[in-house]
């Protein structure tokens, strides 16, 4: 079971991002999936989140209409497009995956954890 997250990198202020994240060893339409992030000097959080069953999606109060979660289970992929990033968005970016009709940003519904990827907002 492994979870590959990718497409961070440096941005501006105000510019967009997607992240990406590959899951191999399991299907994704069997779990709820999240995106955290851990920005310097704080603990991690949840931002985004969707569930196994209908697709219905949550999001942390920061990020909310600048951020979007997506699923394609076909293709075992997760998605978070970021958009109007701020620095204060700088954080390693996580996915997860949990467990199914889960709508929740609580990391203790999560069981399988990517490496991260890094975003730096930053003019």
């Known amino acids: 079971v492994q979870l590959q997250a990718s497409g961070g990198g440096l941005v501006q202020p105000g510019g967009s991002l997607r992240l990406s994240c590959a899951a191999s060893?399991?299907?994704?339409?069997?779990?709820?999936m999240a995106w955290f992030r851990q920005a310097p000097g704080k603990e991690r959080e949840g931002i985004a989140c969707?569930?196994?069953?209908?697709?219905?999606?949550f999001y942390k109060e920061s990020v909310r209409g600048r951020f979007t979660i997506s699923r394609d289970n076909v293709k075992n992929m997760v998605y978070l497009e970021m958009k109007n990033l701020k620095i204060e968005d700088t954080a390693i970016y996580y996915c997860a995956a949990g467990l199914p009709l889960v709508l929740s940003l609580k990391e203790t519904f999560y069981t399988n954890w990517g490496q991260g990827t890094l975003v730096t907002v930053s003019s």
């Open positions: 969707i569930s196994s069953s209908d697709g219905s999606t």
């Open positions: 060893g399991f299907t994704l339409d069997d779990h709820s």
